[in-house]
């Protein structure tokens, strides 16, 4: 066993006089191989004699000890340390130097292991669990096992506070370069009729609000706009009354829209989906809860929303129980809304009980939990969009064996619908001759848009303004502009293509010409530069031909030039490019002429480090300081 400091992090306030004030955000540290934090608060304290402590290692005078409040005797602990070490993952053997045990007098006796530990009396109501004492003082401090997010799933990892508020978990893994989460010993929380939820690990979505910290919505810019939330809506709160104990907030795509991983994700990283190859979607927009639900054992349930299926598409594809309720049964005060219309707020769960108790917890009343009784389930199933055909492929098949093995288990049977054919044989009143698929062709864009614009992004445009110019240009002008802009986009396009880039008449070629313009001529735009006020991109430049013109525009990188960087104090090097432009339709082209030219010897292909032709970046000062400043530019 050994015990090491890994980090202790305080935060100091300045104050107005020559003093300071000190406010510990609580302390990491490695434990027998484990990572650990202690939290900075403390449900109580005991009374002990130090000197019976003395072997037990101490780091700034914290010493690990296990409490028992069961009416145990010393001789029962190791049956007890037995279950608990099947029970918690925070838990652990060398907890047991020292027990605090309800009703005992101080002596020795055995751990499951042989070794002897010390028995303490203790006159606490502190629940049973581990914990670190602080020897100076007396007060336990509760103990968070420390858990890499491998999977990219949180925003931030959170601590609630004792009164009900949270606050950014400040602790790191000694070996991750990812965000860490810290949960709770499982052994301090007893569920009863009370708090059902007592000690369940629950991650939030980050577009509900908790009160002490910010909310994201999937966005950097309202994240850093806006301050802490001072309330926790309806929804969480619920939760937390049961005895949840929120461990952080999880990724949404940006406002909960949908979005696919690396083609939309921009302000944050899309999580990844644990599922056979590791790399696919995760799906939105509760993407974190699916990817961290399908990941972590340690992770008990996830709540998201659902407004077009922001819960039910992750958990279909990290094949997880996910419910869409029905709408309006709990408040989402203090949630963003996508619609109010359409949004609901559910789970994200491994275990269907599990939810059904947190669905009791969450919408009260508006929800009956069916636990006993004669339940007479429907006898007729419909399917929509079912395979017809077994054969087709293996998942068809276990579609089919499904439906008939509940219909089986129900006493009844199945029989396909058509809707589309059901609307027209039968259409309701309003519907005006109209086809279904026609009918809500664009009712839920039309709706998110519509209530989303008014709720959300124009309250945010306005807290925002300088960085959105753009979209304020657009809301001022009359739509009569699109038809004028589109039709002058036309006529230049007709013009470039018949007179520039003009097809060629020899196939072969494809293209009569090709034109290029400079790219990038070594020049900098470092991000720490402060830049005027955005403005409204007006004018015509190189890069907006193959905008308007729909021709093909490809960079072809031809070399790097040194400049003097104010970031390192040295010269560096930086690409030299230029952009070729072909005939619409001549993509191939311009891919076949870079190839060539590769093969020519006339361009290089680019490696990866610090310049086109590799470098580590790591290593500059090291090759420099051993005098192989050259061996990182070498061809």
Known sequence: ?????????????????????????????KFNGVDYYVSPYSPGNVSFDASLLNKIPSIFGLKPVTVVQQPITAAQLPALVSSWMQEDDVFQAAFLQAVFLAGAATNQSNSPEGTTF????????????????????GFLHTVYRLYDDFAGSFTESLLQTPEGTFQTLSAQTSTTATLTIGVPSRLYFTPSNEKPLAGVRIAVKDIFDLAGVKTSNGNRAW?????????????VQRLLDAGAIVVGHQKPSQFANGEQATADWVDYHSPFNPRGDGYQDPSSSSSGAGAAIGSYPWLDIAIGSDTGGSIRGPSQV??????????????????????????TAGFLVRD????????????????????????QYPKTILTYGFPTNASANTASDILLNFTRSLAKFVSGNVSAVN??????ENPPAGAQNTSLSVFLNTTYPTII??????????????????????????????????????????IFMNWFNTQILPLSSDPSQCSSNLLLYPGSTAT??????????????????????????????????????????????????????????????????????AKDLVEAGIIRKPLTGQTIYGGDVLMKREAEERGLEQLRYMW
């Open 1 to 29: 066993m050994w015990f090491s400091f890994s980090s202790f992090l305080v935060t100091a306030v300045l104050l107005t006089t020559t003093y300071g004030q000190l406010k510990s955000t609580g302390l990491s540290l």
């Open 118 to 137: 010390t028995v303490l009396a203790l006159e606490s109501t502190v629940p049973s669990g581990p914990y670190f004492l602080d020897t100076n003082s």
């Open 223 to 235: 994240y850093n706009l806006y301050p802490p939330a001072n309330v926790t809506g309806t929804a």
């Open 318 to 343: 990290q094949g997880l129980f996910g419910l869409r309720p029905s709408h309006g049964l709990v408040s989402l005060d203090h949630v963003m809304p996508l619609a109010t219309s359409l949004d």
């Open 352 to 375: 269907p009980k599990l939810m059904d108790t947190a669905n009791t917890v969450i919408y009260g009343s508006n929800y009956t939990s069916i636990t006993s009784g004669a339940l």
């Open 419 to 424: 809707l589309t054919t059901l609307w027209s």
């Open 449 to 490: 848009a519509k209530e989303q614009t008014v709720l959300v992004r124009d309250p945010f445009y306005r807290d925002y303004a300088a960085p959105l110019i753009r979209w304020a240009y657009g809301d001022s002008q009359p739509p009569s502009v699109l038809i004028e802009a589109v039709n002058n986009k036309t």
């Open 524 to 593: 900098q735009n470092p991000r720490n530069k402060y830049l005027t006020t955005p403005t409204v991109p007006f004018g015509f430049s190189a890069g907006r031909i193959s905008v308007f013109a729909e021709v093909p525009d490809m960079v072809f990188p031809i070399e790097q030039a040194a400049s003097f960087s104010n970031i390192t104090q040295h010269q560096e090097y930086f690409p030299i490019s230029v952009d070729i432009l072909a005939a619409k339709g001549c993509d191939g082209l311009l891919v076949k002429l």
